[in-house]
């Protein structure tokens, strides 16, 4: 017996900083799982997720702006083993980004970046102990990183040699990779942008050594071409069977116009909090990915003086700030995209000053990447994200589990509107009706009394933003719900309904802060 457990123990011995790394994430976690339903992206995935699992068709008869996956993720019963989906997920992510770290960096380095990773990623600051897709796409993009990192190709570009062919395996794990990566998107349009980071190895493999005699030699492009290839087939192919499954259940428009080309509507429909004309140009689409395009351009040109890995993540963390600002919004967990390359930056660029031969190399890679960090900083800044504290988030929790607090101080201390949605929820609940109908944005009710909408949209805005007024009453007369919830900032910004409701056989049930709950007789 002891012999079996030394031997366990030398076998575990080299992934134990891991281990003490997964530890701390589950501990950190653990007061995810006492947070009211409070939080409104939360509460649109998991009431479409509940309409999915009551039979109706995604965009075609429920909707929302996202691609599909993150609404399939949320398929869940309740919003506890949703965010036990998220503790899972985020401990394969981990995983993933400690095994692609140890590629570039030494373990110690590893260890660190991962402790860092952990601490950006779970703490409220940037919305970590929320379900955003965000964090799923993280997964996804990480797994396919730790796949390419097997190839011989990544083995070879980080030791700055020219690879002649690609191994049989190494073809199935690119797909593979390529793969993951559309899952990626699959689940949130701006993962493109990691995709075009993890697709930049191919280009640089080309750059390193490209001279412009060697333009005609095969074996110059044939290599980078193919791992370009071979992962791109692997994004496509997700996106294609997507689309082949939403024509097959009709709704191929409707996955066209809200899963994928409302996405641009919605970045451009921000307005930005500063007037000058250089910044706001800055902001603009053109304006950012001529930044990129530069960047990038200098990245590459400073080949002789930059690592192939340093090169690799100074690109991704580029990409992966111009999918943050996409839109310009100022949401943190728009930001949590960044944490990966910039952690990554952190320990490949950062502090390596060993050997004077190497020191101004250094140096070199030290001061882009403090630059490109601090430009992330100051962009947030200047856009206003509003960070989530933190040490106020743990210090509450604490008093729950410590009796200093009741539950409803807690729940109220997330959103002042709970105390009215866990009453008017108890109420809801009792009857059998499967629909409910909110006039306002409150997606956290639907999800809190596991009810569908009468229509396709969960929120007012969704139906201010397309004009579907009418439809949204002719939903409501056809599905007839016992239940209307009116939100008292949108009572006056739908006459006809209002109307309706006055003529109709609904009467108050119950008038609370924040709404009042109306009542088929």
Do not use: C, H
């Given at each position: 017996?002891?012999?079996?457990?030394?031997?366990?123990?030398?076998?575990?011995?080299?992934?134990?900083?891991?281990?003490?790394?997964?530890?701390?994430?589950?501990?950190?976690?653990?007061?995810?799982?006492?947070?009211?339903?409070?939080?409104?992206?939360?509460?649109?995935?998991?009431?479409i997720g509940t309409a999915l699992r009551a039979g109706e068709r995604l965009y075609a008869e429920i909707i929302d702006h996202k691609t599909p996956l993150i609404y399939y993720l949320a398929m869940t019963p309740t919003q506890f083993w949703f965010r036990l989906l998220l503790l899972g997920w985020m401990l394969v992510t981990t995983t993933a980004f400690y095994n692609f770290s140890t590629k570039l960096v030494s373990s110690k380095r590893a260890f660190l970046g991962t402790l860092l990773f952990i601490l950006l990623t779970t703490f409220p600051w940037l919305e970590g102990n929320i379900p955003n897709g965000e964090l799923f796409v993280m997964g996804f993009v990480l797994v396919g990183a730790a796949l390419i990192a097997q190839t011989q190709f990544f083995e070879h570009y980080l030791k700055d040699e020219i690879v002649t062919t690609i191994r049989p395996q190494d073809r199935l794990l690119l797909l593979l990779t390529g793969g993951f990566l559309g899952l990626g998107i699959l689940t949130k349009v701006p993962a493109l942008f990691d995709a075009v980071g993890i697709m930049s190895l191919a280009w640089f493999s080309l750059t390193r050594r490209f001279e412009w005699r060697q333009l005609l030699?095969?074996?110059?492009?044939?290599?980078?071409?193919?791992?370009?290839?071979?992962?791109?087939?692997?994004?496509?192919?997700?996106?294609?069977?997507?689309?082949?499954?939403?024509?097959?259940?009709?709704?191929?428009?409707?996955?066209?116009?809200?899963?994928?080309?409302?996405?641009?509507?919605?970045?451009?429909?921000?307005?930005?909090?500063?007037?000058?004309?250089?910044?706001?140009?800055?902001?603009?689409?053109?304006?950012?990915t001529l930044i990129m395009g530069i960047g990038i351009g200098l990245i590459t040109l400073a080949r002789k003086w930059v690592s192939p890995a340093f090169q690799f993540i100074a690109t991704w963390s580029l990409v992966a700030l111009f999918a943050s600002l996409l839109s310009n919004r100022p949401y943190p967990h728009y930001f949590l995209q960044l944490i990966p390359p910039l952690v990554l930056l952190a320990v490949v660029g950062i502090g390596r000053l060993k050997t004077p031969s190497h020191s101004l190399k250094n140096w070199f890679q030290t001061g882009i990447a403090s630059f490109l960090i601090i430009l992330t900083y100051l962009i947030m800044q200047l856009l206003n994200v509003g960070y989530y504290p933190t040490l106020g988030y743990y210090q509450r929790w604490f008093k729950l589990v410590t009796g200093q607090i009741n539950q409803t101080e807690y729940y109220q201390s997330f959103n002042g509107i709970m105390a009215d949605n866990y009453q008017a929820a108890a109420i809801i609940r009792r009857s059998p009706d499967p629909y409910l109908f909110i006039w306002g944005t409150n997606p956290m009710l639907y999800a809190l009394t596991q009810k569908v909408p009468t229509g396709r949209f969960t929120v007012a805005f969704h139906v201010k933003d397309f004009n579907a007024y009418?439809?949204?009453?002719?939903?409501?007369?056809?599905?007839?719900?016992?239940?209307?919830?009116?939100?008292?900032?949108?009572?006056?910004?739908?006459?006809?309904?209002?109307?309706?409701?006055?003529?109709?056989?609904?009467?108050?049930?119950?008038?609370f802060d924040h709404f009042t709950l109306w009542k088929r007789q």
């Open positions: 017996m002891l012999f079996s457990f030394k031997r366990l123990e030398s076998k575990l011995s080299p992934y134990f900083g891991l281990l003490f790394l997964l530890f701390l994430l589950v501990f950190l976690r653990l007061p995810n799982f006492s947070e009211p339903y409070w939080y409104g992206d939360e509460g649109i995935y998991l009431v030699k095969l074996k110059t492009w044939q290599v980078p071409l193919w791992v370009g290839v071979w992962i791109g087939l692997g994004l496509v192919i997700p996106l294609m069977l997507s689309i082949i499954y939403f024509v097959l259940r009709g709704s191929g428009q409707a996955y066209l116009d809200f899963g994928l080309l409302y996405n641009f509507r919605y970045a451009g429909s921000w307005n930005l909090g500063f007037t000058q004309a250089w910044l706001l140009w800055a902001f603009t689409l053109p304006g950012k009418q439809e949204t009453l002719d939903s409501l007369k056809a599905k007839n719900p016992t239940f209307i919830v009116v939100m008292n900032d949108d009572r006056q910004t739908f006459p006809e309904f209002s109307e309706y409701l006055s003529k109709s056989s609904y009467i108050p049930n119950g008038s």
